[in-house]
């Protein structure tokens, strides 16, 4: 297919926005094209990468910044590698606020075209060469080096011809000017350049959950920004659902009963169902943390179920549960008074799968009182 062929609608420009992101210069990495071992599982992929890292890195794979990304067919896998220290410190560090960070020619390695000529990306900071072949979408092989940006420096055309004839990929090879904005459309992101020859514009799509390889951040990072984005995601439907059951209502009260009836039901509509959209809230963005959870050997959902019956609801309202190790849980809630807390706590010393329950913080409010308990469960006593 065209390079272009991917180009957005009118309504998917309208709905982008900024993916607050860093891309690494590609002249910081190490890169290799793969082969995976045939019948590999998607789980296993991660543990294959990093086994081949140690193999090719003289540095031990906690020493690196990497990604990867597989190909469609699951038989080869790009994989790429900067040694931390050639990233400042002060720079890593804001990669936790970040939604992503990755290399500075992603757009190569997700590029949709039938074309096997050699792909030159030009990025801020970079001149990066790309070269494929028949066996996989994804490159062969890999070259970079750092764009000359002084005054006296030959000219960006002059850099680009001087590097095509170093690696013998003259007359025939693409060249692109990426965009350093990354933006994202829904689940999508959307990575951005312009064909040096002819003007034209090339978008190029990428899901979201599979930018999560291409994602060269620690593991514990990534999964803190996975579990945000869940959390978030599940908060907005839930507001949405309910902003629009209350459209509902009004238009259907209007038509009804005048606007002294709507009145009236609507307040008596909220008042009636104030606590169960709370705990709505409450569950969903508990599930949301703990989906990440489900391949481990963790058993959150086990323990809320185990929980669960020791729980009145017309005293106590759970805000915020999280696993905390294998066998203990820590849940915020709010209570009526002391007494309620206390009643629920003496409840779940009471079961007999628990080994204690400790008050990590308690506070009173106009509302009652607000608490966190730590939950600890005898060991092997919660099972799937």
């Known amino acids: 297919m065209a390079d272009n062929l991917s180009a957005l609608s009118q309504k998917e420009i309208q709905m982008l926005v900024p993916l607050d992101s860093d891309v690494v210069s590609g002249h910081l990495f190490f890169c290799r094209r793969i082969e995976l071992p045939e019948g590999l599982e998607n789980s296993e992929i991660a543990g294959v990468i990093e086994l081949e890292l140690d193999k090719l890195s003289p540095f031990p794979v906690e020493h690196l910044h990497f990604g990867y990304l597989v190909d469609v067919a699951m038989k080869y896998a790009w994989v790429y590698a900067s040694y931390k220290k050639r990233v400042e410190n002060e720079r890593a560090k804001k990669w936790e606020s970040l939604d992503w960070a990755t290399t500075d020619y992603a757009i190569g390695l997700v590029a949709e075209s039938s074309s096997k000529s050699p792909l030159v990306l030009v990025t801020p900071d970079s001149l990066v060469c790309l070269q494929f072949d028949e066996l996989s979408e994804l490159p062969s092989s890999f070259r970079a080096k750092t764009r000359l940006l002084g005054e006296d420096d030959p000219s960006m055309d002059d850099q680009i011809a001087s590097f095509a004839t170093e690696l013998g990929i003259r007359p025939s090879y693409r060249t692109w000017e990426v965009a350093p904005q990354i933006n994202q459309t829904g689940q999508t992101l959307v990575l951005e350049a312009t064909d040096r020859s002819s003007g034209a514009q090339i978008c190029q799509r990428v899901l979201r959950s599979r930018s999560w390889s291409m994602d060269i951040r620690d593991s514990a990072v990534i999964s803190k920004v996975q ?20 459209a509902l209502l009004i238009v259907g ?41 489900k391949e481990s050997d963790l058993v959150p959902f086990e323990m809320l179920a185990a929980i669960n019956p020791y729980l009145d609801k017309n005293d106590n309202l759970l805000t915020r549960v999280e696993t905390d190790g294998p066998n203990a849980l820590i849940v915020d809630g709010e209570a009526n008074n002391i007494s309620a807390r206390n009643s629920y706590k003496s409840r779940l010393e009471g079961f007999g799968k628990v080994e204690g329950v400790e008050i990590l913080s308690s506070r009173t409010t106009q509302r009652g009182t607000e608490y966190s308990l730590r939950i600890l469960f005898r060991e092997g006593q919660i099972t799937r």
Do not use: C, D, H
Not at 228 to 235: A, D, F, I, S, T
Not at 262 to 282: D, G, K, T
């Open 253 to 293: 009260e209007l038509a009804f009963g005048g606007a002294v009836g709507y009145r009236n039901m609507r307040e008596e509509w909220n008042a009636n169902n104030e606590p169960q959209v709370e705990e709505i809230l409450s569950m969903q963005s508990t599930i949301a943390e703990l989906n990440n959870f």
């Open 227 to 246: 579990n945000e984005e869940r959390r978030n995601y599940v908060l907005w439907k839930v507001v949405l659902g309910v902003m629009i059951l209350l």
